[in-house]
């Protein structure tokens, strides 16, 4: 007889194993089959000469640690959290919580607008900044209005232009590697114009002189375990670690900070898009108790009526359709009623 033990501890191992690292100027079709294995694998990997700026990808980062340097008041000035603005702690909307301060949005130009005012708010300096700023990364079409220029001349814009352009190439890289033959399956949802994309800086502050400090207060959790609910994650962080993954329950793999690269994720909708051929893996953010952490988060979505199912050439006979056609409305719904280490997609398992 199995014998229940009351309040079990769970026991955490850590596994030190390198994640894939992908050279996306190698031969195209050399990347498209090691983006596929890693994808399958970990549902992680890391890219490097990914093409985006180092400049854009600085500017951000240096806007982001001034944004959380400003005193509470005024980083509430870019609103709550829910649905898009400045939270701290708390995550969501079922008493989540985590050792961690952001500022959440939407790609869209309006709601980029409206952060670009809350971390630099009046910059007259922004308009001059226009041109060195975006380099070649700002398409024509974000410049045409006038009145939207200095929006666009952000920061923050110029770095979602920039990821969006990365994650886009990384999707058809996926499709061309699973041998799709419509090889903007997956990108076409997140270059809808209204599509549902996120933007969101983490901040993991380090202890302070009158924190707490005994042995537990050394491995604090800033962002609980859970999957992305999206198609695509990209994320880069400063030089500290903090991310880790877990491929098996209780074993966590830590994630080696590397500045120069994106840590790439896939997210449930690419897991049920795939027919479960790739894996949306749980993952964790830990505060550094001595520096602090500062992640980037580009999490690229459909818009909320897209619909999401597999392409025909990903079921088979030998592997029927494992999830029901959703939309990414219906999806973010059962997401946010739920709590953050919540598994999500078996609710959309088709019978
Ligand atoms: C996890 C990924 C993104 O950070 C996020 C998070 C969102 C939030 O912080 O508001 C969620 C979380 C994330 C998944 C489950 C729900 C929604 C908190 C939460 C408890 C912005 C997202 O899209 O989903």
């Not at 006038?146 to 979602?160: G, H, I, N, T, W």
């Not at 992640?295 to 979505?301: C, E, H, L, N, V």
């Amino acid at each position: 007889m199995v014998v229940a033990t009351p309040n079990p501890i769970r026991s955490e191992k850590i596994r030190n194993i390198e994640l894939p690292i992908i050279d996306l100027s190698a031969e195209r079709r050399e990347v498209s089959g090691l983006i596929v294995r890693a994808c399958q694998e970990f549902g992680f990997f890391k890219v490097i000469n990914h093409g985006v700026s180092q400049d854009v990808i600085a500017r951000m980062e240096s806007q982001s640690f001034e944004f959380f340097a400003k005193p509470v008041p005024e980083k509430q000035l870019a609103g709550p959290a829910n649905p898009h603005g400045y939270g701290s702690k708390n995550i969501g909307f079922n008493g989540d919580v985590g050792e961690v301060e952001y500022l959440l949005l939407s790609t869209n130009s309006a709601s980029i607008s409206q952060m670009s005012n809350a971390i630099s708010p009046h910059d007259p300096t922004l308009f001059r900044k226009f041109n060195c700023a975006c380099g070649g990364h700002l398409s024509l079409s974000s410049c045409i209005d006038p009145k939207l220029l200095v929006l666009d001349s952000s920061a923050a814009r110029c770095y979602v232009e920039a990821v969006r352009g990365l994650a886009c190439e990384i999707l058809e890289l996926m499709a061309e590697g699973l041998w799709v033959s419509d090889i903007s399956v997956f990108s076409r949802l997140i270059r809808a114009a209204d599509s549902d994309s996120l933007l969101r800086l983490n901040h993991y502050p380090p202890l302070t002189e009158d924190s707490d400090t005994s042995p537990s207060s050394f491995r604090r959790i800033g962002f609980g375990e859970h999957t992305d609910p999206q198609i695509l994650t990209l994320l880069r962080s400063n030089g500290v670690g903090g991310l880790q993954i877990s491929l098996e329950d209780g074993v966590w793999i830590p994630v080696a900070p590397d500045s120069s690269a994106f840590c790439v994720n896939v997210g449930d909708v690419l897991q049920a898009m795939t027919n479960g051929r790739f894996v949306s893996v749980r993952h964790r953010a830990l505060a550094n108790s001595y520096k602090p952490r500062m992640s980037m988060a580009y999490f690229g979505a459909p818009s909320p009526h897209a619909r999401v199912c597999s392409p025909p050439e990903l079921v088979t006979p030998q592997r029927p359709r494992l999830y029901r056609t959703f939309t990414w409305a219906e999806y973010k719904k059962a997401a946010y009623s739920l709590r953050l280490g919540d598994g999500r997609l078996n609710i959309f398992r088709s019978r």
